[in-house]
């Protein structure tokens, strides 16, 4: 083999092994946000905990991500590698910030349970596991660079915008007919916030993915269905 096409090989093994990153990256935000969910649902604080302090190792493979792309860019990549590259930067800010969310709602897990239980955690738990979907579909379509799974995947944000702004209507509702449940119902309405912002983000990454294969090609419109700003009480 010689110089150039070792180097090429090289290189190719190390996008090969960025990538292989921000799977394991997505994997485990996706781990988290199902953990996170569980907590809520069981009232588990000591399993809560364990979800707020696994997000540290989140936030360390986005700094290896950043890393490596900074190792690639100084090979001097292709016009075509840049997209991957710059993608590949995208892609794992959006993970970190869902894996803080996640981090999140196990957070105010730990303040719900200080209040009887609601039933609204059962709409909290049908809106999580749409998010997870989200999550999981979109980084498999990221994996194998599938666009039509991408766009998929944005289409649907707009049924968990639905969701979510049924949930908000009715947590507004309960709030109203008992000013006692004001507070942990704040606390849920927050949690849903997080999961419809997870969304967001596995938008976002779908939209990373007709990125790489048609640049700044422009994407068909989309629907947003999240309503919670003009929701008359």
């Not at 090989?9 to 190390?14: L, N, T």
């Not at 399993?47 to 900074?70: G, M, P, S, Y």
């Not at 949930?167 to 606390?187: N, V």
């Not at 048609?214 to 629907?223: A, D, M």
């Amino acid at each position: 083999m010689n110089e150039h096409n070792h180097i090429v090989r090289s290189y190719d093994q190390e996008q090969a092994a960025l990538l292989d990153e921000l799977i394991r990256m997505g994997q485990m935000a996706a781990s988290q946000l199902e953990a996170a969910l569980e907590v809520v649902d069981r009232r588990d604080a000591s399993a809560a905990e364990r979800v707020i302090a696994n997000d540290d190792a989140i936030d360390a493979l986005e700094q290896q991500v950043n890393h490596d792309v900074i190792h690639l860019i100084r090979r001097g990549p292709l016009a075509s590698d840049l997209r991957t590259i710059l993608a590949a930067l995208r892609v794992a800010s959006d993970i970190e910030r869902i894996g803080d969310y996640a981090a999140n709602i196990a957070k105010r897990s730990l303040a719900l349970n200080m209040a009887p239980p609601l039933p609204h955690t059962r709409g909290l738990g049908a809106l999580g596991k749409m998010a997870v979907q989200q999550l999981r579909d979109v980084m498999a379509a990221y994996r194998d660079r599938d666009v039509e799974a991408a766009v998929r995947v944005r289409d649907r944000d707009a049924e968990l915008d639905t969701l979510y702004t049924g949930l908000f209507r009715e947590l507004l509702t309960y709030m109203m007919e008992d000013p006692r449940a004001i507070t942990p119902c704040t606390h849920l309405l927050f949690m849903a916030k997080n999961l419809e912002r997870i969304g967001d983000h596995a938008t976002n990454i779908a939209e990373n993915i007709w990125f790489l294969q048609h640049g700044e090609s422009p994407l068909p419109e989309r629907e947003k269905r999240d309503e919670s700003n003009t929701v008359a009480p």
